[in-house]
């Protein structure tokens, strides 16, 4: 019969006693787990260390690219807001004290809007903002689309009066069979077709804001703005409305039945 291991031996490796059971002294130091199953444990973190590591990376790669099939070129259009001397046709004919007197003349032909009249022919301009998500976009020509007619608000007419004027760069007449988008003259008339002899370059990170002002002297016009333009050799259009409408509305002033006017920035109403 074998005598057991000495201390130095035991210490390590452990021996079986006399009843056949195996005694392990440095139990501090003993791991169980064969080698196998340490290396797939560690092979697993280390792969799940470099999937979070992918998937951080795609994220971010999404985040700062532009989707394949996005529009190359960006545009926002809306009534601008700032324009010193608007008018607008309220629908119904209003007494001089059944509309807000006592504001602005903006204020009340904001709310002759918001009461469901519409912007009065040549006055307050459309803005159109353009911008490029890719590399440079070509604008070749900027086109308005009459996709309704109906006959001119007659309620009230609001004017703000201006002892001056400020020329709108572009006009378009929404009469017309076609309408054409042209340079407005220092004098108020149509000037020559817009981007017919030099193109509008739209170079990424950079915009350009156009103005826009429609006459109509025989309906109430509905109206979308169509940019046509060129990108990576790509001829196309682009069809601009208002956030949240279906169209710009632009109305003749010929029927309004009633018809005030005020200074700009003044509350002081005229009947005329």
């Known amino acids: 019969m074998s005598s057991p291991p ?4 035991a210490a390590r490796d452990g021996y079986f006693n006399h009843g056949g059971h195996f005694n392990v002294h440095n139990h501090e130091h003993f791991h169980p787990g064969p080698p196998r199953r340490r290396a797939l444990v560690w092979i697993g973190f280390v792969v799940a260390a ?12 999404r985040a700062n690219s532009t989707p394949a099939d996005a529009e190359p070129l960006t545009a926002a259009a809306d009534y601008q807001p700032d324009f010193p001397y608007p008018a607008a046709v309220h629908p119904r004919p209003l007494g001089q004290q059944e509309f807000p007197n006592d504001q602005d003349c903006r204020s009340v032909v904001g709310w002759a809007v ?8 040549g006055t307050t301009p459309v803005r159109l903002v353009l911008g490029s998500r890719r590399d440079t976009a070509v604008v070749t020509r900027v086109a308005v689309r009459v996709v309704e007619r109906q006959d001119a ?7 703000c009066g201006s002892s ?7 006009t378009v007449d929404l009469d017309a069979t076609t309408p054409i988008v042209r340079a407005q003259n220092s004098d108020g008339t149509p000037g020559e077709i817009f ?18 002002s429609a006459r109509t002297n025989r309906c109430l016009c509905r109206w979308v703005i169509d940019v046509e333009y060129v990108s990576d050799g ?15 509305q632009t109305t003749a002033t010929e029927a309004a039945a009633r018809r005030y006017t005020a200074l700009s920035g003044s509350s002081a ?3 005329g």
């Open 153 to 159: 608000v007659a309620g009230t007419l609001f004017t």
């Open 6 to 9: 000495g201390p130095g031996q």
């Open 234 to 248: 790509e001829p196309r259009t682009l069809t601009v409305t208002p956030r949240g409408q279906a169209g710009f």
């Open 164 to 170: 001056g004027t400020r020329p709108i760069p572009l």
């Open 269 to 271: 109403w005229a009947v």
């Open 50 to 61: 470099v999937l979070v590591a992918a998937l951080g990376g795609y994220a971010a790669w």
């Open 195 to 212: 981007a017919e002899h030099n193109v509008e370059e739209v170079k990424q990170g950079e915009s350009r804001t156009l103005d826009l």
């Open 114 to 121: 918001d009461q469901g009249g519409a912007h009065a022919s």
